[in-house]
């Protein structure tokens, strides 16, 4: 079978239509204008992805899998610059997607839309931990892509020889004792961290940490942001957010870019830590895009988390927070029962094929959180991320998909830059992040 993909050109449609077509269930059609069932008695399903770069590795599991699963056919719908627009396009002309692999927060506001995964057989194979951003109102409507941890990364050569011997990052369980390591880095000549002085690194990936899982479950979470929200509560008497500030003081005393601390150049603080000039770096595990033609051989790198307290015994100090940042869905609005569940067969075969999981590690270099992987990853921050989901010690880094705003990475971000040259105080960066809160709306679970 010759496959195309799908490029949609948006027109006038994206209007009240949208809407209209939410509830319909005419049935997919394919090009010819049949419906999903062929004479040939084929079923017809049709994949939408905003996962860019990727079409050739999805075209070729599709074939992979049309093979495994005879009697089924799959057409590629290819994402475009437009991706939400064009994904809402489809479904203006009836012609939702059987399956599509979406940011949690588009699935989240139409989960009117998608078909209730909970008590299908596939997430037995799928990490707990990992399906809380894909779970609203208590009901599972899509399986993760994949896992990105976040957190500290490290040199092991320098951390080696730092502590006098084989560095242990389990070992790093409070913030004296991040301290205590740093200090000991700094022995060796080299800076003990780096912080990349960006909106998006800071805004993000470390502030909206203090709503995460040191808060509590995602009931707490929410609660916790809509009594920001109200004015009920101040960031400045939480002593989770005091909890993470203190620990980035740590890290400002001990960057590697204090000098010049918004440089903002990740390519540079990537060989800053390939290179041994630091020992830490605060960042991610997709970093290894950056660092990967920089190692020599021999070297070694991982991942580990930022600790927030002195509390040997809170657990949010040893298990790494993870993202998913998409997640796939089956429509029941406009696909028929037997088109779901293909498509459930379809996902089955994503997330739990022994051949799907080594292409999607050979290409992201990243963990997929499925109880069954076990294919090779090339990147070692990416090994890392998956020994922290093999061990169970992880925690999902927002918990539901609509507790940040979309714009707190850069409006917030601004204010969290600005901390880290000592521009402002914690006590106005505080108050800047609750006026911020102040005008959100109240979050839902």
Not at 32 to 44: L, Q
């Amino acid at each position: 079978m010759k496959r195309k993909i799908v490029s949609l050109l948006l027109t006038g449609v994206l209007s009240a239509s949208l809407l209209a077509g939410c509830g319909a269930n005419g049935g997919a059609k394919d090009e010819s204008g049949k419906t999903a069932s062929g004479k040939s008695g084929d079923v017809s399903i049709s994949f939408y992805t905003t996962e860019t770069g990727k079409d050739d590795m999805y075209q070729e599991l599709i074939s992979d899998f049309e093979s495994k699963n005879p009697g089924i056919k799959v057409e590629y719908i290819a994402a475009g610059d437009d991706q939400l627009q064009q994904w809402m396009a489809l479904y203006a002309s009836n012609e939702g997607p059987t399956v599509s692999l979406m940011d949690p927060i588009n699935i989240w506001e139409n989960q009117e839309r998608m078909r209730p995964l909970s008590g299908e057989a596939m997430l037995e194979n799928v990490e707990e931990a990992s399906l809380s951003t894909m779970t609203f109102n208590g009901k599972v409507y899509a399986v993760p892509m994949s896992a990105a941890g976040i957190g500290l990364l490290y040199n092991k050569k320098v951390c080696d020889e730092a502590v006098g011997g084989d560095f242990d990052p389990s070992t790093i369980k409070t913030r004296s004792d991040l301290k205590e390591l740093f200090d000991k880095i700094e022995a060796t000549g080299a800076s003990a961290t780096c912080i990349t002085g960006v909106n998006w690194s800071l805004g993000s990936h470390y502030l909206c940490q203090t709503y995460g899982a040191a808060i509590g479950d995602t009931k707490a979470r929410v609660d916790y942001v809509n009594s920001i929200i109200s004015g009920e509560t101040k960031e400045i008497n939480n002593d989770v957010f005091n909890g993470f500030m203190d620990t980035l003081d740590l890290l400002v005393e001990y960057n590697y870019n204090k000098n010049d601390p918004l440089v903002g150049d990740v390519n540079l603080d990537a060989m800053a830590l390939a290179e041994g000039k630091c020992g830490t770096w605060l960042m991610g595990d997709w970093a290894w895009t950056y660092m990967a033609n920089l190692v020599q051989d021999g070297d070694e790198f991982g991942l580990m988390p930022v600790p927030h307290n002195d509390d040997p015994g809170d657990i949010t100090n040893q298990y790494l927070p993870t993202s998913y940042a998409k997640g796939y869905c089956v429509d029941a609005s406009q696909n028929s029962e037997e088109q779901q569940q293909a498509g459930l067969k379809f996902i089955e075969y994503i997330t739990s094929d022994s051949h799907s999981q080594e292409a999607q590690a050979k290409r992201a270099g990243q963990a997929l959180p499925f109880k069954n992987f076990s294919a090779e990853i090339d990147s070692p921050l990416g090994k890392s991320t998956a020994s922290y989901i093999s061990a169970g010690k992880t925690v999902d880094f927002y918990g539901t998909p609509s507790l940040c705003p979309s714009d707190i990475w850069y409006e917030c971000g601004a204010y969290m830059c600005a901390y880290i040259t000592g521009a402002c105080d914690r006590e106005k960066l505080a108050s800047d992040i609750d006026a911020y809160w102040a005008a959100q709306d109240k979050r839902e679970y």
